[in-house]
């Protein structure tokens, strides 16, 4: 070709001898035969744009070699031609020709997308390896891009030129230019959906340069993701661009850019990504003697995922992989963001169990409790050990609060229970159904006993509630055994209660004791109530006796004497002239002279189902004997006491009632 009185090679733009082969590339151009629809040699378009011959061509464009006019420099012509939807006949008019119907609107939608692609390539221009444009326009019924001419080879030429392969160490310094110009093409809004060997050219100065966005398309938000033209290069082409709506972007680029790395190495593209579903058939390679650090191996492997989440999802982040540079600083935002959210849900998980753990089941400790956290302080929420329990005051440095509802319940083993000051509540159901409790030490602290927290407990005989007390439920003692007596201070709160709900209770404060070989005598009375009860414990010890004199001429009219109490001395209740009904325990063995001297209204004795007959019939007999003593009865009177008495013992089943001067006298007797 001449230009300006030069030679020029139409192949390879080289200065050449007239007459001569290129010596350059062997490119003659006397032996040059064009096909028809190409433009021949030397055409001028735009009067400043000169063919010279057919580089290449493709479904839907020519490529040629050319020489712009004004600039003197070698150029890239590249023509929209879709073959089969237009024809040409070059010798007669340059003008492409489409066909009718619908053939005709698919070749001018495709000169749109033809258009479309220089405009993409003319907004790159300034990237480097990318294949500048320098013009594109419309004439002879198609469309032109101008690019500048690269003197070099396809990447798939080049290799096989070559060998077959590349090697690593060759390989990744020649593409990483390629991946920085990627980079920036996705940074750009540009996908460019066909990258493989074909597609990457090697200049003689050794660097590459990405050209054919024929299918490259704009980056679209998820939201935005409308129908894309589907376009396929077997080996290369990932599963999302299958389809035209899959969901495409700089990670579809990326398994392109891996698969032609693979080829590169391997010698061959790897397997179709279709054919690689369900069972994945990937060769690695290694097994075809490819040495890859680890680092490589994984960053290649990573690329060619089949799942868009399995794969890098920027061009920045496969580099990062493959070079071993530091992350991106925005998947670095990414995976700080993503770490927050790991530990924000894993905390959110830690928390959800604890507060499940801690709400249904309690922390365990060494000593069987389990305890949960509430409020400031520490609640008991179960205990599995042995009977006799005294709960501690703190765990792990905080004070425990309070027993949880069903704590102990149906422990029917637990016999003794101890609590600490520091125990404020006792919650509903805490101790139910633990049948063979019979001891309990609450807490100076306590204020709030719940619902059926002590229901059922049928060995329970005393229970001391201290005046801090301010709120039991109704039914907290529900079932309780007739002989349940609670310990309370005068006045308060719990004595209201116990009244109420007629539970026995006594007032520790109004008795004296004496202790004698761990057992407690009571010694005096010191209170006003009429109707009292003797406690079977007092002070922590338990009451075996009550002492001479202890009630000596008080103004009492019942007395209930607690299980435990073994014996009464002479002249306990001596001159009670008020007390109508004792009620004595089994547990009473004995009842020393004149014990009730002096009782004259004393009607009603109650004796415990068991009571050893020789008992009673010794209480009869100092019975008797006091009613003697009485000054205000009467021969006669007594007389029927003694014939009441005999009839007893005889049918050991009378209950009598006799008036005689206003002293109402009635015996009972239980078989």
């Known amino acids: 070709m001449n230009i300006d009185d030069r030679w020029i090679c139409s192949r390879c733009l080289h200065l050449i001898e007239r007459g001569h082969s290129c010596a350059n590339c062997g490119f003659s151009d006397e032996d040059y035969q064009p096909n028809p629809y190409h433009l021949p040699p030397e055409t001028l378009l735009k009067q400043r744009y000169l063919v010279a011959s057919v580089l290449g061509e493709g479904g839907f464009g020519i490529t040629y070699a050319g020489w712009d006019l004004i600039l003197d420099k070698a150029i890239a012509i590249k023509e929209y031609f879709p073959v089969g939807l237009a024809g040409r006949e070059a010798s007669v008019s ?69 060998g077959g392969r590349l090697t690593p160490a060759a390989l990744f310094p020649l593409l990483r230019p390629l991946l920085d110009a990627l980079i920036l093409v ?32 704009e980056l679209r938000s998820d939201d935005e993701q409308c129908s894309r033209a589907v376009i396929l290069r077997k080996g290369y082409t990932p599963l999302e661009q299958y389809h035209s709506h899959g969901q495409q972007g700089p990670w579809s ?23 690689r579903l369900g069972k994945d058939i990937l060769i690695s390679p ?62 959110g998980f830690i928390f959800l169990l604890l507060l499940a753990v801690n709400t249904w089941i309690g922390f365990p400790s060494s ?17 599995t050990g042995g009977d006799v329990v005294t709960i501690p005051a703190r765990f792990l440095g905080l004070p425990v609060q309070s027993i949880a509802d069903n704590a102990f319940c149906d422990h029917s083993s637990l016999t003794s229970v101890t609590l600490p000051n520091s125990i404020q509540t006792i919650g509903n159901m805490a101790f139910e159904g ?15 006993i719940g619902s059926y927290a002590f229901a059922d407990c049928t ?79 007092i002070g922590g ?76 019939e010794r209480f009869f007999l100092y019975k008797l004997s006091g009613i003697h003593r009485s000054p205000c009865l009467a021969p006669r009177a007594w007389c029927r006491c003694v014939f009441i008495v005999w009839f007893a013992f005889r049918f050991d089943t009378v209950r009598y009632h006799e008036s005689s001067g206003g002293i109402v006298l009635l015996l009972r007797a239980f078989g």
């Open 94 to 162: 340059f003008c492409a020709h489409p066909g009718d119907g619908q053939a005709r609107n698919w070749y001018f939608a495709g000169k749109e997308r033809f258009l479309r692609e220089a405009r993409i390539l003319a907004m790159l221009s300034g990237v480097h390896s990318i294949v500048p444009v320098r013009d594109f326009f419309e004439e002879n019924e198609t469309a032109y891009i101008i690019m500048d001419f690269i003197h070099g080879e396809s990447l798939h030429d080049y290799v096989r030129r070559s």
């Open 186 to 217: 996705h940074q750009s809004g540009i996908l460019h959906r066909d990258i493989s060997p074909d597609n990457i050219l090697i200049d003689r100065n050794g660097s590459v340069w990405l050209i054919d966005f024929g299918a490259a398309e």
């Open 253 to 275: 680029d990326v398994y392109a850019l891996s698969a032609t790395i693979y080829d590169l190495l391997c010698g061959q593209p790897p397997v179709e990504a279709s054919q």
């Open 286 to 347: 290694a097994k075809f003697g490819i040495r890859l650090s680890r680092r490589q191996r994984q960053a290649l492997l990573h690329g060619l995922s089949l799942q868009v989440s399995d794969r890098p999802l920027s061009m920045e982040h496969f580099r990062s992989e493959l070079y071993g540079l530091p992350l991106p600083a925005d998947l670095l935002r990414r995976r700080v963001r993503l770490k927050r959210i790991v530990w924000t849900l894993s905390a």
């Open 367 to 383: 000593s069987g409790y389990r305890f949960s956290f509430s409020g400031n302080g520490i609640s008991l929420r179960a205990y």
């Open 434 to 448: 633990c049948t063979s409790l019979s001891s309990i030490d609450l807490s100076s602290g306590l204020t709030r």
């Open 459 to 537: 060995s329970l005989k005393n229970v001391p509630l201290p005046q801090s007390v301010v709120e039991i439920a109704n039914n907290a003692f529900i079932g309780h055994p007739t002989g349940l007596i609670l310990s309370v201070t005068a006045n308060s709160y719990a004595a209201r209660y116990a009244d109420e709900h007629d539970i026995l209770f006594f007032d520790p404060a109004v008795y004296t004791y004496t202790i004698t070989d761990g057992y407690a005598t009571i010694t005096q009375y010191l209170g006003s109530a009429t109707d009292i009860v003797v406690p079977a414990e």
């Open 541 to 616: 010890y338990p009451v075996a006796s009550i002492g001479e004199n202890a009630f000596s001429a008080a103004k009492v009219a019942s007395v209930f004497l607690a299980e435990g109490i073994s014996h009464i001395d002479d002249s306990a209740f001596l001159n009670c002239y008020a007390l109508r009904k004792v009620t004595l325990p089994s547990s009473l063995i004995s009842i020393d002279d004149n014990a009730f001297y002096s009782c004259g209204s004393l009607s009603d004795v109650q004796f415990p189902e068991g009571l050893a007959k020789n008992r009673r």
